[in-house]
Nanobody, 115 residues
């Protein structure tokens, strides 16, 4: 059974940086796409960034130029480096991994950016 576990969230001042990690266990196969969503309480979950198995990356406009997504397929791990953080980046960040028609989700890690 595939499980995704996020880590790296925390409290940081505006302008600071955080690096989120998400490790997938229970699978030895490469995921076609891995990425991150985020959710603010009371709002819908929104996509933040994705990376394909070929290394292609895409970002939501909110994170372009500040976020960098990467992956280590030997460790089945995806990362999200977040720089120049803003209070509006405060959210629960969820990683996902897609294989075929199935999406797997982590339980989230909280990021809080203080002004």
């Amino acid at each position: 059974q595939v499980q995704l576990v996020e880590s790296g969230g925390g409290v940081v001042q505006a302008g600071g940086s955080l690096r989120l990690s998400c490790a997938a266990s229970g699978s030895t196969s490469t995921f076609a796409i891995m990425g991150w969503y985020r959710q603010i309480p009371g709002k819908q979950r929104e996509w933040a960034a994705s990376i394909t198995s070929a290394g292609g990356t895409t970002y939501a406009d909110s994170g372009k130029g500040r976020f960098t997504i990467s992956r280590d397929d030997d460790k089945n791990t995806v990362f999200l480096q977040m720089n120049s953080l803003k209070p509006e980046d405060s959210a629960a960040y969820y990683c996902f991994a897609r294989r075929g028609w199935t999406d797997y989700w982590g339980r989230g890690t909280q990021v809080t950016v203080s002004s």
